[in-house]
């Protein structure tokens, strides 16, 4: 077939020439235009009306099916007074004509879906705390504008994102900041939260139902790490300091649910963002704190790879 013309689709049965649903679209007599022009007559019933349909010249429109039959050598019309009507051959094809139009266009919308960084594969990973409301949101978005994309979460704590971003695991990391990732990234805060005391469930508040910082670090702290969010614990001790109190970790712990296991088990109390009220954990309780101002921010940003062109991660750290 290599070197052939055009013009020796002729000696090829029709069945040959018509593209296949299951196969590439061929250069030959049934072009997408080609294609388009026989839907509408069948579909409309006549030249007049499919010619109004396509918005171009009924002589023009004829003319164009009249080509099409002689280059495929069969006709695919019966004119009559009651209009244009497919024949034997044209009722024979018109389902894989419309079949193999739909893959075109189907083609199409994923070629500029992939220009435009709408589609693909986007690897997502998050702390504990994004699964309430920005993690929910992420995926609605991705549903609504990102049709087709594969997404791959992973749940980690705040220093593997850290380190997973760096490396190139993952194209969005939805964490606590402040934080240094090597390489370029982009971040954007998407939440910042109040801190609220976290107390064993039997422990009693003030009349007002808020606790003091004192109460806090009577009790000793339980809370995460050093190495996983090393400037929010710093911020919070500096907070302590100025109080003239002592921030004891009686117990360290890397997750969230595991922090409010502590507290409920009464080995300390803790400081957790607003938006953990919602786990409502059993044997613990939240409380705002009188004296809680000096405290620093419980932040949640999204960070994404720098990249010279829109990728899926930016386009949706866009529209959180």
Known sequence: MRGMHCNAALEIPF???LPSPSSPLHAGPFDTRSMRYLLAVADQGSMTAAASYLGIAQPALSQAMRRLEQELGVRLFERSRRGTLLSSAGRAVIDDVRASLAMAASAAQHARAIAEGKTGRLRVGFVTH???????AALKLLHAEFQGTQVVLSEMSNADLVNALGQGDIDLAMLHTPVAVQGAVRQKLVRRDRLMAVLPAAYPLEPDGRVSLA??????????????????????AAAFLRMGLEMRVVQEANRTLTVLSCVAAGIG???????ATVLQHRGVQFAPL???????????????????????????????
Do not use: K
């Open 15 to 17: 069945a040959m020439v």
């Open 130 to 136: 994004a699964v309430y409301e920005v993690l929910p």
């Open 215 to 236: 109460d806090v670090a009577r009790l000793g702290l339980v809370w995460f790490p050093e190495s996983q969010l090393p400037s929010l614990r710093a911020a919070i």
């Open 269 to 275: 109390a803790s400081l957790l963002p607003q938006s």
């Open 290 to 320: 009188r004296d809680g101002e000096r405290l620093p921010y419980f932040e949640l940003s999204v960070l994404w790879q720098a990249s010279g062109r829109p990728t899926i991660a930016s386009q949706l750290a866009g529209l959180l």
